[in-house]
């Protein structure tokens, strides 16, 4: 099926610990981003990118790196862990108009 | 300053009755995109409604539609006859063109909807 993918769904990890959550689409979209979203907060955004090659920073981006070498995948690393990035991430993709199509999250908690 | 603004943290709505929730946001652009997005229980993000700035009616999708008042800078969602199923958090979004494109979000609004 068509959409984002995401992974993993769940993870822990330790203070200062590193990993990469994974980001996917096979819709050819050109832009896509990182949201996390925090219990009263909304989402906010951390990292998005225009395009192959291009990113840029949200409202949220310390403690995470972007990279963007193919328009399919947007990975998103924390180099390292804060009990602070305990969230749950979202990637979203976006066409040429219109909303974004959401992956179906992370949960990620951080001791 | 707080792009979007949803001054509803939470709502209880009798099952059968039509819902607003409120959507007021700020922007200095003259071409910008509004968005809801319904996030149930689950946790996934289903895309509701959009309404373009130059759009001159309000957008309508089955059960919601967008009172879109651009003077008052206010993008309410109406659901009209509500179900149990409508119960969720709802997220009121905007795209601005001149900003690169970024979808920003509001706090959400918790809607509980009574048998």
């Known amino acids: 099926n068509a959409g984002v993918t995401q992974t993993p769904k769940f993870q822990v990890l330790k203070t200062g610990q590193s990993m990469t959550l994974q980001c996917a689409q096979d819709?050819?979209?050109?832009?896509m981003s990182w949201y996390r979203q925090d219990p009263g907060m909304g989402l906010r955004l951390i990292h998005y990118s225009v395009g192959a090659g291009i990113t840029d920073q949200g409202e949220v981006p310390n403690g995470y790196n972007v990279s963007r070498s193919t328009t399919e995948d947007f990975p998103l690393r924390l180099l390292s862990a804060a009990p602070s990035q305990t969230s749950v991430y979202f990637c979203?993709?976006?066409?040429?108009?219109?909303?974004?199509?959401f992956g179906s999250g992370t949960r990620l908690t951080v001791v | 300053a707080q792009k979007i603004t949803q001054t509803q943290p939470g709502m209880f709505v009798q099952e059968k009755e039509a819902v607003t929730l409120d959507c007021t946001y700020d922007?200095?652009?003259?071409?910008?995109?509004l968005f809801w997005y319904k996030q149930p229980s689950s946790g996934e993000m289903i895309f509701l409604i959009y309404?373009?700035?130059?759009?001159?009616q309000n957008a309508t999708e089955g059960r919601y539609s967008l009172n879109f008042q651009k003077a008052r800078k206010s993008a309410n969602l109406v659901i009209s006859a509500s179900q149990l199923g409508d119960s969720a958090m709802y997220f009121c979004a905007m795209r601005e063109r001149e900003r690169d494109d970024k979808i920003i979000f509001g706090k959400g609004t918790r809607l509980h909807i009574l048998p």
């Open positions: 922007t200095s652009d003259q071409s910008y995109g």
């Open positions: 979203a993709s976006r066409g040429l108009n219109y909303g974004y199509t």
């Open positions: 309404q373009g700035s130059y759009d001159e």
């Open positions: 819709m050819n979209h050109e832009y």
